[in-house]
């Protein structure tokens, strides 16, 4: 038992140690706002993107392709977007706290924190699977949190370019589908690439945790946080455990069951804040649920993994 728990930490307090030393840095003032800012745009549009890219394309696709664990977490953030979006409506929250309790509810940070996580607990090949399921899941957790932060206005502000925009667009999914094409096609990466890129996506997961870590800040900690701990509670709780329960009824087992669990437990995405920004939601109550829920995944993911380990996953 203390030596499952140990290894379990292994795996969770180096992905949170890097978070702890970003904010470290930024509290430090070893770098500035714009700094921060500039190395966040680093990560989003270079970095992870050539990371998730290397690693699909370098990986054999029918290994790491699987429909059903696809489906799985696919179901499970629909099912969570309708049960969040519906608790909110019936507590009659106000029009702009129901759509970000929804959207916080279920997107995740899967980017950032899930890839760490699975890269630490599964290695290259769990790295490879999450980068495929990433590329799937993220159009469809954009589509999730544009509705559910417009249709508590009912109105037609956005265009339906705006949705094409999100989701076409977005340098992660772009990264992930041409992966994908090349991996299925089986094409040869030129050594030359293969070691230039190796060098690259060694920076992608320690600097995105870093950023994560920078962007706390304590203030952010305030406004409704009952209803914080609440959207919280289906982010960190509810989905990760509908999605072992679908996964098992779909007949996924093993690494794959393993990884999309950790994914359906990654805490809100920080883009969850930005679109709350834009789309007219409650910005103090996202970035409150954000900062809960990345505290918090420390402990529950410790406990998943724990459970993982024990059904031999």
Known sequence: MLSLFVDILKIVLPVFLVVGLGYGVKRSSLVDGNFLFQLNRLVYY??????????????????????????????????????????????????????????????????????????????EEGLASAGILLGCIVPLLNFFAIIALLMPHRDNRFKPSFFVQQIAFNPLIIASFIGIIWSFLDVPIPEILDRALHIITGMALPLALISIGASFSIKKLRGD????????????VATPLLAAVLFSLLGVGGRDLAVGVLFAGTPTATAAYIFTQQMRGDSELSGAIIMLTTLLSAFTYTIGLMMLRWIGF
């Open 46 to 123: 270079l970095a992870l993107p050539l990371l998730l890219f290397y690693k699909i394309a370098t990986s054999d696709f029918q290994q790491s392709f699987n429909v059903a664990q696809v489906f799985g977490l696919g179901l499970t953030t629909l099912l969570i977007f309708i049960l969040s979006y519906s608790y909110a409506a019936l507590r009659k929250y106000p029009a702009d706290v129901r759509g970000t309790f929804a959207q916080c509810s279920f997107r995740g940070n899967l980017a950032y924190i899930g890839l760490a996580i699975v890269f630490n607990a599964y290695g």
């Open 225 to 236: 946080l009952t209803t914080a701990f609440l959207a919280t509670a289906f982010k960190l």
